[in-house]
Nanobody, 116 residues
Framework: QVRLVESGGGLVQPGGSLRLSCVAS????????MRWYRQAPGKERELVAT????????NYAASVKGRFTISRDNAENTVFLQMNSLKPEDTAVYYC?????????WGQGSQVTVSS
């Protein structure tokens, strides 16, 4: 079955960096677009970044553009989110996401906390 497993979250000071990873299995990763979402306490889940199946096309939310970079390694079935210049408002649970057929799949989430 489709499985997405995130890792790499944690506590970081403002201005710091973190790199999230999401290892995928159960579907043909190299033909699938991948996304990162996040959900802060009391807020709706929001789309952070999208990457096409071949990694060429990337899109970002305005709030993270220039600070976050989405990338992928199709040989390792892994998608990454490099987060730099982190701000307290980036604090959220970050989720890996994909569609497989008509269904959508989510990882279990990885907590990112930006605080001094």
């Amino acid at each position: 079955q489709v499985r997405l497993v995130e890792s790499g979250g944690g506590l970081v000071q403002p201005g710091g960096s973190l790199r999230l990873s999401c290892v995928a299995s159960g579907f043909t990763f190299r033909t699938s677009a991948m996304r990162w979402y996040r959900q802060a306490p009391g807020k709706e889940r929001e789309l952070v970044a999208t990457i096409s199946s071949n990694g060429i096309n990337r899109n970002y939310a305005a709030s993270v553009k220039g600070r976050f970079t989405i990338s992928r390694d199709n040989a390792e079935n892994t998608v990454f989110l490099q987060m730099n210049s982190l701000k307290p408002e980036d604090t959220a649970v970050y989720y890996c996401h994909t569609y497989h057929g008509l269904l959508q799949y989510w990882g279990q989430g990885s907590q990112v906390t930006v605080s001094s």
